[in-house]
Each structure stands twice: as C-alpha cells, then as structure tokens.
C-alpha cells in the first residue's frame, strides 16, 4: 500500500525552538507539498517542491524553511516556533503531472507553548 | 484568482436523509476536480477525481458530479459512518498544485 508517512503524530514545543517535521513518501512521486490546516482557514500551501532540491514557495511561507535532499525525503522547518504556528501540518506528494491529485500523510498536530 | 468556495460550511443530517454538497468554482483551464474525506485528526483520504463536465462518479453512498462551474458530492441515505469534513480541489495550474476549497463538516446522527 502506498503511503506518505510523517514522522509524528503529536509535538509540544516551546517557543523559539527550531522545528523539524518530517515526510517521506514511497511512490517515487516527484512533487511534494507542505500545507497548515487551521479552523475556519482550510488547507493552505506553505511550501512545496517539484524536484529533489528544489522548492518553489507557497502562499503562508514566512517563518519556514523547506529541504529536500533525497526524492522520498520532504523536511519542513521551524526556524524560531512562535505560537501562531500551533497548527496541523500535512504533507502530500503527486506525481509530476499532478493530475491524480494528492496522497496525504497522517498531519502532525504541532502545539507550542 | 482561482477560487474554490464550498457549501454550506456544515451538515447535519438523519441517518437516512439524503443531501447535496456543493463546490463551486473559478479556475481558467481545469485540469480536473478531486473530492477528499477528512476524519477528525488525520489526514484527508482520496475519493473521487472529475476531469469534464458531464461527468459523474460513485463509490457506495457518495457520487460527485461536474459541470463547467461547479461539482456537488451527493450523499445518499447517509450513515453515521459517513461523518466528516468533505474537501473539494482543483487543479488548475502546470506546477501539480491543487486548490482547496474551506470543506464541509457533515455529521450524521442515528
């Protein structure tokens, strides 16, 4: 079965902390997205990349950093958390196309305190 | 901009009690439609994807239509089982990036 895994479920941090969320998907799709999901807000893009190294912003990118190093691997980076980026972080990934649409991870519930 | 509105914003419904969601939406040059279910806590499960107008696609109680400006998910004689956010996007663009509609929250009662 395919999957898109995130490396965890649930993460408390205090503020000022650097963050890292993981994701890694085993469909050898080329595009990968991060997004936030918050009440009232729906899914909004943070950052996405399309190739192994490369990274294209999204429409909420300030305060995050990206990294793809390897095709499977798409990192997600907190520079500095800050409690207004207490949220659910899912990530996603398609093929090159993108015309299958999206396979989504689990979300990870970030909390900072 | 591309947009993508759905409605209502939340559904309570009977069990039993069939109903409609809507998206509607405002893209040049659809490249196609997709319908997402979100549990409470997870991440969103594919479920349909509409690439024209005219077309219409079912898997047991849900069916999802298109047309040039907008699809609707039918729920039919839902279950409580059937509870949850229901997420509409639309590709649009050469980058594979889709645009998410805000969601239905349906919750269906015994």
């Known amino acids: 079965d395919v999957k898109v895994t995130q490396s965890s479920r649930y993460l408390v941090k205090r503020t000022g902390e650097k963050v890292f969320l993981e994701c890694v998907q085993d469909?050898?799709?080329?595009?990968m997205f991060w997004y936030r999901q918050d009440p009232g807000l729906g899914l909004r893009l943070i950052y996405f990349s399309y190739d192994v190294k490369m990274k294209e912003k999204g429409d909420i990118p300030e305060g995050y950093s990206v990294s793809r190093e390897k095709k499977e691997r798409f990192s997600l980076i907190l520079e500095s958390a800050s409690t207004n980026q207490t949220s659910m972080y899912l990530c996603?990934?398609?093929?090159?196309?993108?015309?299958?649409?999206?396979?989504f991870g689990s979300g990870t519930r970030l909390t900072v305190v | 901009e591309d947009q993508v509105t759905q409605s209502p914003e939340a559904l309570r419904l009977q069990e039993g009690e069939s109903s409609s969601l809507n998206c509607s939406y405002t893209?040049?040059?659809?490249?196609?439609l997709f319908w997402y279910r979100q549990d409470p806590g997870k991440g969103p499960e594919f479920l349909f994807t509409l690439y024209s107008a005219g077309e219409e696609k079912e898997k047991e109680r849900l069916k999802a239509t298109l047309t040039k400006k907008e699809s609707f998910l039918h729920i039919t004689a839902p279950k409580p089982e059937d509870s949850a956010t229901y997420l509409c996007?639309?590709?649009?663009?050469?980058?594979?990036?889709?645009?998410f509609g805000a969601g239905t929250q349906v919750v269906v009662t015994p």
């Open positions: 996007a639309v590709y649009a663009d050469s980058w594979g990036k889709l645009q």
């Open positions: 893209v040049s040059g659809l490249r196609g």
């Open positions: 469909m050898d799709h080329e595009n």
């Open positions: 996603a990934s398609s093929s090159g196309t993108g015309v299958y649409g999206y396979t």
